[in-house]
């Protein structure tokens, strides 16, 4: 089945720097998605983006299809930005969506 | 109130127990799929539902049975609750009709078996 792999796997920084995460995806998506899940284990919709660029305030998401892969992107960081980062997909062909192990992100004041 | 709700939010067992884990959304989607997360891990998939007539296996169903009672319902079993079957439990749905097919959570089900 399809393999999807997140890095950094861990990352801190400090409020106000950007980051971007990585996701790459062994096979043709259909879907993609990235979570945030916060600290209280809640799991927070960011983007659907199974190709092109999306941006909502200080995230942004790009997803190359052809090149399997997708970037979050995270401008001036702040303390509840902290959690972990999620990307899911769907591979052509099927319907069910495949995690990745996430970025946990830590964010310091 | 939350479109995906789960109930419960938190519950210890003891090993051999039966535990049932609901989940019932409001977004009118006729997918709905059961995750489960350990921790440091991302989630993977235990049963997964496309309508009320349809239930599939996931990643991970050993142990687990499933059950749609309607669109809006699907609840998650664990006939007898073994340790190794503590973690954190996620409903979602799906549409897959005009809209995205994009994934929505409910807030999860934190289990403990004892």
């Known amino acids: 089945g399809i393999q999807v792999e997140q890095s950094p796997p861990d990352l801190i920084l400090q409020e106000g720097a950007n980051s971007t995460l990585r996701c790459n995806f062994s096979?043709?998506?259909?879907?993609l998605q990235w979570f945030h899940q916060n600290p209280w284990g809640q799991l927070i919709n960011l983007f659907y983006i199974p190709s092109g660029t999306k941006q909502n305030g200080r995230l942004s998401a790009t997803t190359v299809a052809t090149e399997r892969y997708s970037l979050l992107y995270i401008s001036s960081s702040q303390t509840t930005d902290s959690g972990v980062y999620f990307c899911?997909?769907?591979?052509?062909?099927?319907?069910?969506?495949?995690f990745g192990t996430g970025t946990r992100l830590k964010v310091l004041a | 109130d939350a479109d995906v709700t789960q109930t419960p939010r938190n519950r210890i067992t003891k090993t051999g127990k039966r535990i049932m884990l609901e989940c019932s959304q409001t977004k009118g989607h006729d997918r709905m799929y059961w995750y489960r997360q350990d921790p440091g891990l991302g989630l993977r998939l235990i049963y997964y539902?496309?309508?009320?007539?349809?239930?599939n296996k996931g990643e991970i169903s050993d142990g687990y049975s499933v059950s749609r009672q309607a669109q809006a319902k699907f609840s998650l079993s664990l006939e007898s609750a073994i340790p190794n079957q503590t973690a954190l439990y996620f409903c979602?749905?799906?549409?897959?009709?005009?809209?995205?097919?994009?994934?929505?959570f409910g807030e999860g089900s934190r289990l403990t078996v004892l």
């Open positions: 899911a997909v769907v591979a052509s062909g099927t319907y069910k969506y495949i």
């Open positions: 539902s496309f309508d009320v007539k349809d239930i």
């Open positions: 979602a749905t799906s549409d897959s009709g005009a809209n995205t097919g994009e994934l929505f």
């Open positions: 096979d043709s998506v259909n879907n």
